[in-house]
């Protein structure tokens, strides 16, 4: 059912380990140079850098040549007609993607990955034309869903996945106009998804399967977490948060407070699962709920915000990572219950480089208020630049 | 053939040691799982946090908390941070310094954004410099580069580039004419003194790893700038053939130094400038999705051939 072969996949994955850990010291280079060959398989792949720009101009070339099509051959055509020629392009899209794949044997290599993923937009744009006169809208996300979970399963893409869960919640506002029916739905058809993906994900745990489960488990967690936290969804998300207003009840008391009690037992849930799998993704999930949850805890009980509530927050953050780490630090050998805190992998030290990089260059601007000209009366304000921060004059 | 499968097989040819078959095993299977990114991760987004609700405390309170109070404490602050950061650094060095804790990096860091917090808030409430802002950003860049350097912290670092973009952005503020070409002309300039001082410090050996930083920030403000002339009516056509210049040059550096950054950085640039110049004039739809079909498959061939024969691994 996968484009790639088990084996392609297993030896892309140990060569990948076998460079980490020759870069970290665990092999020698005359290791390195004996085990190495051992892990060639004929995918071609390439690096991060170019693999966006081949997406890129990909992307480009599909959308240009079909709208090239639609001005050569017809001057004013149908939505019917463009629907229908949608239709075909949609599939023409994917086989190219499977060409790529099965002729060239491209891996990650951007151009197999925007032509499966213009198929889906083909899809939905061609279903779009053709079913809008008859009411059956219900087509378009479906279709969309499905043909997305087949690129996630097919492909490996760990992007169709949220792609297919986006098409969810579209699906459920098509069927009813009912905010609450549509938070369970959406809920329930992640939680479906993220029952099998438990089921499976076991046969795999040490296979070049692990990862691609692992995204899978963790997006379904953030999916379910964000489907039942009515204030991460809410329309007046921004006015509900700065201005401590409470809307008028979009859903009932038992049906809100149910999802208030919610929102603080998932967050442990799945940080529990994911120390006990020891599994990064499903922990940054678990992370990511407990700290939407403590942001949106105040909105939820309509008490009003403080200015030292980021401190507070920030403060949390940083008494627990000092804690885990002196706790870890403490261990034999730097270890407790198989955990550490010390650096294994040459690509966290990658991630951090660029993290600090990108972000170093942002975040004074962001955080420091911004410099006054005007009269002397004026009073110290927040906003978006000084300090050390840039203007964006470039 | 999974990868416990390949080890147990390398184990048994003598390819390596039963200790390091048992260590790699052991990694593979995540024993031990390093939680480092993710306390990375969540320090520095608790700094921020704090950073940032002090900064939105102090701009909110500062009339009921009084000035005196609250320089207090961002003094007292910052100077906890930075005495910590100087009692714990090693010996200077002008190689690569591992940092001795993780602490220690965002103390360091947590001090430089109280430092840009109390200079904003003295400048706002006593106007020490008449307006003159531009003046805080320069010595505040001075100072992060010296902590930058000092603490082998590129995330100071990042700080100190900013901050130089933003005294170079200021400072052409004040000027009242001509903004866009003003502005062009000091972006390129900017980008050539963040360049050149990056390849100097470089050749001198001075925390060579820095470079990157440097010459990726340098390259991304150059080609926005010519871009930019690109798109101007009148008198784009040097702005055109200084883009493509730097195109190329970026492509070559690239290439030779297997940096597929600067490949995408000239790919990506290039492309937008050139087909700016091709299609000023043009208003047929037709040729227009053409242009962009031919000259897209034209991009794609290139940039495979490059891939195929210089990026192949990530």
Known sequence: MRVYSASDEESVRARDLLKDWAGEGFLTAAQYQQMEPETVCDLRRTNIFLRIVLFLFTLLIVVAAVALFFVVVFSRPAEQTTGVFLLIFAPASYAAAELAVSQARLYRFGIEEALAACSVGLLCAGLQAVTRPDGTDFLIPSAGAILSLWVWHRFGLAYALPSAMIFAVWLTADWTSSQTAQHVIVAAFYAAGLITVAAIRPRHRFTYLNDHYSIAEALLWLGIYLAINLKLSSQHLLVEWWGGFRPADEFSRPFYWATWVLIWCLPPIVLVRGVRLKDRFVIAAGVVAAFLTLVTNKPYLGWPRHTWDPMLLGALLISVVLFIRRWLAAGPDEIRHGFTARRLSGKDKRWMSAGTAAFGLVSPNTITPSPQTGTPDVHFEGGHSGGGGASSDF | ?314
């Open chain 2, 1 to 314: 053939m999974t990868l416990l499968t390949r080890l147990e097989h390398w184990k048994e040819r003598g390819v390596i040691s039963p200790e390091q078959h048992t260590l790699l095993a052991g990694l593979s299977r995540g024993e031990p799982f390093s939680v480092f990114l993710e306390l990375n991760s969540l320090l520095y987004v608790g700094i921020l946090a704090f950073v940032a609700g002090l900064g939105w405390t102090v701009s909110t309170w500062s009339q009921q908390l009084g000035d005196v109070l609250v320089l207090a404490v961002l003094s007292t602050m910052l100077a906890a941070c930075f005495w910590y950061c100087f009692s714990r650094v090693p010996a200077w060095s002008p190689g690569e310094t591992p940092s001795p804790s993780l602490v220690l990096d965002y103390v360091l860091y947590l001090g430089s954004l109280i430092w840009s917090v109390e200079l904003a808030y003295i400048e706002t409430r006593f106007h020490l410099l008449s307006g003159q802002w531009d003046f805080y950003l320069l010595g505040t860049a001075g100072l992060f580069f010296f902590l930058a350097y000092r603490f082998d912290n590129r995330f100071v670092l990042s700080f100190a580039l900013s901050s130089l973009a933003g005294w170079f952005g200021l400072t052409i503020s004040h000027w009242p004419s001509h903004q866009d070409e003003t502005y062009r002309q000091y972006a390129i300039l900017y980008s050539l003194i963040v360049g050149g001082a990056g390849a100097l410090l470089q050749r001198r050996g001075l925390k060579p790893h820095f470079f990157g930083t440097y010459l990726n920030i340098a390259a991304n403000v150059l080609f926005w700038a010519l871009l930019s002339g690109v798109f101007n009516h009148e008198g784009y056509w040097v702005w055109f053939l200084a883009l493509l210049t730097a195109c190329g040059a970026s492509l070559a550096w690239g290439l030779a130094r297997r940096q597929f950054s600067f490949v995408a950085y000239a790919a990506v640039y290039g492309y937008v400038g050139v087909s700016a110049i091709l299609l000023r004039n043009l208003n047929d739809g037709t040729a227009i999705l053409s242009y962009f079909v031919v000259t897209g498959i034209a991009m794609l061939v290139f940039l495979v051939q490059i891939a195929r024969r210089f990026g192949r691994e990530a």
